[in-house]
């Protein structure tokens, strides 16, 4: 189903810190493992039933990563996939089941291939942003600016799954995990000073209906 046969693992990281939460990983975690490719999930390790659920998948290596904040598992996974030897590993949140299922294997169709290729971003088409709360679509739409601004690129930098090459994996497991999502823009513009190549590949990602509400938690969140 990839575009790159035997040279992508996937790296992401899972915190199923309710119910609701956990039946949303459940599935969306089982529909990555069904695409085929390896996994490292970087877990939280503190709801026992969802460790065993995550245990029970074939192929996935479960990295514990009870200490941190979501960037520090974020790296966790990522130097445990680099291990993997593959040339890209693809970075995912845990959440994204419709991407998943119905947008991962366009997404490596349309990757370029050249051996100069440094990042490759999953990105949403202008109409699929708006269905994302308003607060989100602000600060994501100035750091996507930005962005713009700085590659001479203009397009969505903020969605989420995302190609990188093994070169830039040390680059960004070095980080101070305090640098936030920071992490993601980091590593397009060292992915640039690499004089490596980075490429948007736009499509339909709606909001999922159960994100889209803006309410005073998804302010605080995004503040």
Known sequence: MTAFPGDVCVATMAWARDSGEERILRASLAA?????????????????????????????????????SLVAQVQASLRAAGSAGTRFVLYTEPDKED?????????????????????????RTRASFATFPAIQQYTEGVINHL?????????????????LTRDLLPEVTALNPDVGWGWRHFAVCRA???????????????????QRLDDERERTHRL
């Open 147 to 163: 962005m713009g601004e700085v590659t001479g690129q203009p397009g969505d930098y903020s969605y989420g799954p995302m190609l």
């Open 192 to 210: 640039m000073r690499m004089a490596l190549t980075v490429h948007l590949i736009e499509d339909d990602h709606p909001c999922p209906v159960e």
């Open 99 to 123: 991407f998943f299922a119905a947008r991962l294997a366009s997404f490596f169709d349309r990757a370029p291939r050249h051996p100069r290729v440094g990042v490759v971003l999953a990105a």
């Open 32 to 68: 990555l493992h069904g695409t085929g490719l390896p996994m490292t999930v970087a877990d939280k390790g503190d709801n026992v039933a969802f460790t065993q659920f995550l245990g029970g998948l074939r192929g996935v290596s479960v990295i514990p990563s009870p200490a941190g």
